[in-house]
């Protein structure tokens, strides 16, 4: 059974910086690209970053470019989300998703919450 | 980037009632793909490549489209498919999705 499971979430004051993991199991990870994704409170689905298998490729959304760093560690299981000058309008529900091709998201975490707040 | 817009915002549908959710891009997409998610849960993969179902799901589901105009269609609306259902597109980055439809049971 595929499993995503994130952490690293919790309250941020604005400029700070925060990390998220997700662990994966049930499927040989290193052979999958990555997303997060991400969903502000009462609102709808916003796709933040994506990385492949191999870390040969990487995209960001706009607004998150210059501050988020999507990175993996195949070894571990385990993909990164890496947020620094973190602002109000990044507080929202984290998800992790596995790329299905081509290119939609086949299996998604429980998400992990992230608030911006002073 | 492409947009996503989806119809109607909000909708709601009797049991054993025909709905149609219609998702238009800004510029032409090769596959659209849909998801459902419920009250406090992760999204689920709905429909993928436009017309294939996810695993699971229904058959009184559907998906057809091409080009600018895709939708989704459930031929028979049951309690349980009262939820959001989103658009999405995969063909270039960003990927995008629409803002949603939410369903409710009437």
């Known amino acids: 059974e595929v499993q995503l499971v994130e952490s690293g979430g919790g309250l941020v004051q604005p400029g700070r910086s925060l990390k998220l993991s997700c662990v994966a199991s049930?499927?040989?990870?290193?052979?999958?690209?990555m997303n997060w994704i991400r969903q502000a409170p009462g609102k709808g689905l916003e796709w933040v970053a994506y990385?492949?298998?191999?870390?040969?490729?990487?995209y960001y959304a706009e607004t998150v470019k210059g501050r988020f760093t999507i990175s993996r560690d195949n070894a571990k299981n385990t993909l990164y989300l890496q947020m620094t000058s973190l602002r109000s309008e990044d507080t929202a529900l984290y998800y992790c998703?596995?790329?299905?091709?081509?290119?939609?998201?086949?299996?998604w975490g429980q998400g992990v919450m992230v608030t911006v707040s002073s | 980037e492409i947009v996503l817009t989806q119809s109607p915002t909000t909708m709601a549908a009797s049991p054993g009632e025909k709905v149609t959710l219609t998702c238009r891009a800004s510029?032409?997409?090769?596959?659209m793909h849909w998801y459902q998610q419920r009250s406090g849960a992760s999204p689920k993969l709905w429909i993928y490549?436009?017309?294939k179902l996810a695993s699971g799901v229904p058959n009184r589901f559907s998906g057809s489209g091409s080009g600018t105009s895709y939708s989704l269609t459930i031929n028979s609306m049951e309690t349980e498919d009262a939820a959001t259902y989103y658009c999405?597109?995969?063909?270039?980055?960003?990927?995008?999705f629409g803002a949603g439809t939410k369903l409710e049971l009437k």
């Open positions: 998703a596995r790329r299905g091709a081509p290119n939609y998201f086949d299996y």
């Open positions: 049930g499927f040989t990870f290193s052979n999958y690209g």
């Open positions: 990385i492949s298998s191999g870390s040969s490729y990487i």
């Open positions: 510029s032409s997409v090769s596959y």
């Open positions: 490549e436009t017309s």
């Open positions: 999405q597109q995969g063909s270039s980055y960003p990927n995008t």
